[in-house]
């Protein structure tokens, strides 16, 4: 069973910095492409930052270029998240996503909150 455990979430002050974790498992494709998403309340879920576990291409949309980045660690499964000079527009539930096989999973979500 597949299977995403994000951690990493808390309070934080704006300018301040979280990392958040995403230990996968439960498969052992090296084909995959995952994926944080977030959704703050009342707004729909969007990409934070995409990369291909294949070419290690990486996608972050202008909201947060030069402030997030994603990295991995694949001894261990495991995916993070480090977001520098957070800013309360960040406040967010963030979501870790696995696009593997042609099959979307997701993790529980971890909420991250930024008070200005």
């Known amino acids: 069973e597949v299977r995403l455990v994000e951690s990493g979430g808390g309070l934080v002050q704006a300018g301040g910095s979280l990392k958040l974790s995403c230990a996968a498992s439960?498969?052992?494709?090296?084909?995959?492409?995952i994926a944080w998403l977030r959704q703050a309340p009342g707004k729909e879920r969007e990409a934070v930052v995409c990369?291909?576990?294949?070419?290690?291409?990486?996608y972050y949309p202008d909201s947060v270029k030069g402030r997030f980045t994603i990295s991995r660690d694949n001894g261990k499964n495991t995916v993070y998240l480090q977001m520098n000079n957070l800013k309360p527009e960040d406040t967010a539930v963030y979501y870790c996503?696995?696009?593997?096989?042609?099959?979307?999973?997701w993790g529980q979500g971890t909420q991250v909150t930024v008070s200005s």
């Open positions: 996503r696995l696009l593997l096989a042609g099959a979307l999973y």
């Open positions: 439960g498969f052992t494709h090296d084909d995959y492409i």
């Open positions: 990369v291909s576990n294949s070419d290690n291409s990486t």
